[in-house]
């Protein structure tokens, strides 16, 4: 006969985490990407809310490797460098023209600063069960979204190009997490469904219009296509590349402007715009004109329509070279850490450090608060998928295990 031991009673404390662990993934990866379809500032509200279930459920499980796990993040040297982006853009609050910016600074670093810890006290090992909201609140964001694109095509505004709407906002969202939430499937061999996923999401970014969403896809792609089999060879490359694109952004601006000094082609007027600011800035270049310098400018009409918004060109124009090497650096080092993560898992997060990329280097999202936000959800996507446990099929349970050994009285 067989005997089953009992668990024992399991803690109150550690059921409520659990819990509280279950729900803070499912607002950050269900419920976050579906609300801003229809209401464009929900973001701003589930973000800190679903954080804040993970940061209790850390302060109510018992697991003494939590704190090692925050100090080794916050040793991490991407979020050294970060730091170092964010002191430097509190320091230039000081000879910025406009009075804005601090306000929006503070609510930045409240937001980074909340994502860390939330990213940092997560478990050591993601349950499966919490890994499957991710591919799944992505799944259904993707339906949603093509859904209502189609019962009520949108209809973009100009305001919508300085602060897109929600349509937009939903699509991009979905370019950045369909690339972790495509690695969890597939590391567990369910390709087609990761195949499905990403197609879901190409559509859904196609359908709402979502502004510069299908390029970051396709830079996306060619970066996933590139590292699948070598994710470290590839890592190497792309946080290369990303860094010579940053730092030497204003060189290329730069030529276009004496390549085009009146009438450049569409696809360089920004670039060639910019080229004629440098040209006329001179070493006000290399400090910058301060935290928030670069959007108060465009909102109070001190610079034209045509002033770039890219997030490379703001932080040149607000930060200067300390802030550009700063963002270089960041995105470097965040290269090659997911490059480092498991062969199989490493493709699509380069993947989805391609498509930010694109996305930053593009604009206009990558200028507002909310896609600070939306980058914060990102990282915490990483953060879960990169700590799963990965299994194909379950354990099979041994034949005759659990059985009493004979002579201790069994009947």
Not at 94 to 121: D, Q
Request: hydrophobic share 60%.
């Amino acid at each position: 006969m067989i005997a089953f031991s009992r668990r024992p009673a399991d803690d109150p404390a550690e059921e409520a985490a659990r819990l509280l662990l279950r729900l803070g993934v499912f607002m950050l990866f269900v419920i976050s990407l579906l609300a801003p379809i229809l209401a464009r500032q929900t973001v701003y509200i589930l973000l800190p809310i679903g954080a804040a279930l993970l940061l209790i459920s850390a302060m109510l499980s018992d697991n003494p490797r939590s704190g090692s796990s925050l100090r080794a993040l916050l040793a991490a040297p991407p979020v050294w460098a970060a730091l170092l982006l964010a002191l430097w853009a509190g320091v230039s609050l000081i000879w910025t023209p406009f009075e804005g910016p601090a306000e929006r600074f503070a609510k930045a670093a409240a937001t980074m600063a909340l994502v860390a810890a939330a990213a940092g006290l997560m478990p050591l090992r993601t349950k499966t069960s919490n890994l499957n909201l991710l591919p799944i609140g992505v799944g259904v964001a993707a339906v949603a979204l093509m859904a209502i694109t189609l019962l009520m095509p949108p209809q973009y505004t100009v305001e919508d190009i300085l602060d897109v709407g929600p349509l937009g906002r939903a699509g991009l969202g979905l370019a950045l997490l369909v690339w972790p939430a495509m690695g969890a499937l597939a590391v567990r061999g369910r390709w087609a469904t990761a195949a499905a996923l990403g197609l879901a999401t190409v559509l859904a970014c196609a359908l709402a219009r979502a502004p510069n969403a299908l390029p970051a896809l396709f830079g996306g792609a060619l970066v996933f296509a590139a590292a699948f089999g070598r994710p470290r060879h590839a890592s190497l490359i792309l946080a290369g590349l990303v860094a010579a694109i940053v730092l030497l952004a204003p060189l290329a601006a730069l030529m276009t402007h004496l390549v085009w000094p009146e009438h450049a082609p569409d696809f360089f007027r920004h670039l060639a715009f910019w080229g004629q600011m440098i040209a006329s800035d001179g070493l006000r270049t290399v400090i910058g004109h301060g935290f928030g310098a670069a959007t108060w400018g465009v909102l109070g009409g001190y610079l034209t329509p045509a002033t770039p918004r890219s997030l490379v060109f703001q932080i040149w124009f607000d930060l200067g070279i300390v802030g550009a090497a700063a963002l270089a650096l960041v995105l470097a080092r965040t290269s090659l850490l997911v490059g480092e993560s498991r062969p199989a898992l490493a493709p699509f997060l380069l993947g989805g450090v391609g498509a930010g990329f694109v996305i930053c280097l593009l604009g206009p999202a990558a200028s507002q608060l909310w896609w600070l936000t939306l980058a914060g959800l990102d990282a915490i996507a990483f953060a879960l998928v990169m700590r799963g446990q990965f299994r194909k099929r379950r354990p099979v349970l041994p034949i005759g295990f659990g059985a009493a050994p004979s002579g201790d009285g069994a009947a």
